[in-house]
Nanobody, 124 residues
Framework: QVQLVESGGGLVQAGGSLRLSCAAS????????MGWFRQAPGKEREFVAA????????DYTDSVKGRFTISRDNAKNMLYLQMNSLKPEDTAAYYC?????????????????WGQGTQVTVSS
């Protein structure tokens, strides 16, 4: 059974940092593009960051560029999101996602596997 399990969320003050992790099991994702999405209450799920299977290609939504860094460790089947200079508007449930093939995409419908999410709350 394929599973993606996020961890690392929590409550942090504005300007603080968090590191989200996503542990994959059930199959190897070393050749799969992966991404992070987030969803705030009452809003649609939105793209945050994506990374190619090799880690060479990354993409970010404009609002997190320069603050967030996506990375992966294929040997450990892990995906990460380092979040610095957090803002209250970053408050959301964060989800990791994986594609079975192709290139990184910003479209949620392009991903085949999803985690259950981890909550990030940034206080002002």
């Amino acid at each position: 059974q394929v599973q993606l399990v996020e961890s690392g969320g929590g409550l942090v003050q504005a300007g603080g940092s968090l590191r989200l992790s996503c542990a994959a099991s059930g199959r190897s994702f070393s050749s799969s593009p992966m991404g992070w999405f987030r969803q705030a209450p009452g809003k649609e799920r939105e793209f945050v960051a994506a990374i190619s299977w090799s880690g060479v290609v990354t993409d970010y939504t404009d609002s997190v560029k320069g603050r967030f860094t996506i990375s992966r460790d294929n040997a450990k089947n892990m995906l990460y999101l380092q979040m610095n200079s957090l803002k209250p508007e970053d408050t959301a449930a964060y989800y990791c996602a994986a594609r079975t093939h192709g290139i990184p995409t910003t479209e949620a419908r392009g991903y085949d596997y999803w985690g259950q999410g981890t909550q990030v709350t940034v206080s002002s």
